[in-house]
């Protein structure tokens, strides 16, 4: 029965009979799971966390009218296992249950006012060929750390074509937590013309020496002062740069990833922007801003490479990808068991990492109840009362 159903573990449910799993698997996709493997993460104003991390009440980036905004978790739900389906394109690939929920696109013919597009929620299993389920959106957020727009691109520029350290100093000079006294260096070098203007532009609104290499390589220096209190106010001595770009607003995160572009940027045969770094904490975080800029970040194209010390690094192309894929793309690759979680959310919808990519979701648990697994039971010959119907999905969302 379905109750028994309900109680089975994930082992139990693998030592059946295949037909008998396959009639638990047809009974099991009548319950609005809406929920994605375990090993997806959500996107806090902490960072990624994982479905035991995370907390109600934890703000998670969300969607509303067309922007990426904080929103609150307003409740978690978890299931031993379930139904989920893959779901791939050339430059894609995730699982999801097929009730779960995302934000899509429908195309809408308005005559001679052109075409537009309005905003619903589709389940996985109503992905049409021409839905658009969208990825990603630009954040709209104000900057949570005291710093400005220039000092936000200084700090991309740093991060990507500059060098920064610390060195204890036994003279006189600002002292740290630890009781240590250091001093800040921070450096940037650039051979591009472009590159060059862009930094002579920038560092003249910030305190700096510079100098022309022999190799033709121009060095910009910021003052050792400067730097020590940007740092600080920027928190870098203790936030990762994954968690800086995480409280950025949306004028700074824009200053900061056109200076990783004109940094380490370039453009592909079709006019697309690429990111190239190696893999490690800053590919990460640039690939967190190329997502947060409204774009859907795709790192294709790594290549191995053996630096000047003998150490072998990963060298990787981070793309400013379209923000959505239609379901034409989108094709289905197989279906499994296992076990599931989701959020629920004030804007009905959160931003998920499965997989190394970063995307979009929907919510859990719309529509369903116990009315609805009633109805849908008794279909099945299953007759189960109302409060039976309420036990049951009780125990398949129970919370953790």
Not at 23 to 42: M, S, Y
Not at 70 to 89: C, I
Not at 226 to 250: K, N, P, Q, S
Request: a positive charge; glycine letters at 8%.
């Amino acid at each position: 029965t379905a109750l028994d159903v309900s109680r089975m573990s994930l082992e139990q449910y693998q030592a059946l009979d295949p037909h008998k799993a396959k009639e638990i698997r047809t009974q099991a996709k009548r319950v609005n799971f809406g929920c994605v493997p375990l090993d997806t993460e959500a996107l806090t104003r902490l960072g990624w966390r994982t479905h035991d991390q995370i907390r109600v009440g934890d703000e998670v980036l969300g969607y509303r009218d067309g922007k990426a905004v904080w929103v609150r978790v307003t409740g978690k739900v978890f299931h031993e296992f379930a139904p989920v389906v893959e779901l791939s394109t050339k430059n894609l690939s995730f699982e999801t249950t097929p009730d779960h929920r995302w934000v899509a696109e429908r195309r809408v013919d308005r005559g001679r006012g052109g075409r537009a597009y309005e905003t619903r929620e589709v389940r996985t299993a109503q992905i049409r060929p021409e839905t658009r389920i969208r990825l990603s959106a630009p954040l709209d957020a104000k900057c949570a750390l005291p710093i400005t727009v220039v000092e936000a691109a200084l700090i991309g520029w740093l991060a990507t074509d500059g060098h920064t350290f610390v060195v204890p100093l036994t003279c006189r000079t600002a002292q740290g937590r630890d009781g240590t006294r250091r001093k800040h260096f921070g450096c940037v070098y650039q051979s591009k013309p472009v590159g060059v203007a862009a930094l002579e532009k920038l560092f003249s609104q910030i305190p700096h020496t510079r100098r022309l290499r022999p190799t033709g390589i121009h060095e910009f220096n910021v003052r050792a002062s400067y730097m020590r209190d940007l740092w600080t106010r920027a928190r870098l001595e203790t936030l990762t740069l994954e968690e800086f770009v995480l409280r950025l607003g949306t004028d700074e995160l824009a200053a900061f990833v056109e200076a990783t572009f004109l940094a380490e940027g370039s453009t592909d045969e079709k006019g697309g922007r690429v990111l190239t770094q190696n893999e490690g904490a800053c590919a990460d975080a640039l690939k967190l801003a190329v997502h947060l800029s409204g774009y859907f970040a795709r790192q294709s194209d790594s290549d191995e490479y053996v630096r000047k010390d003998g150490v072998v690094s990963i060298s990787t192309k981070i793309r400013f990808g379209r923000p959505f894929v239609t379901g034409q793309r989108l094709k289905p690759c197989g279906e499994r068991m296992t076990s599931v979680w989701c959020l629920q959310t004030e804007s009905g919808n959160w931003t998920m990492r499965h997989r190394g990519q970063i995307m979009l979701t929907g919510n859990c648990l719309y529509g369903g109840g116990p009315p609805a697994l009633m109805s849908a039971l008794k279909k099945d010959g299953v007759f189960l009362t109302l409060d039976e119907c309420a036990d049951l999905l009780r125990r398949y969302f129970a919370a953790r």
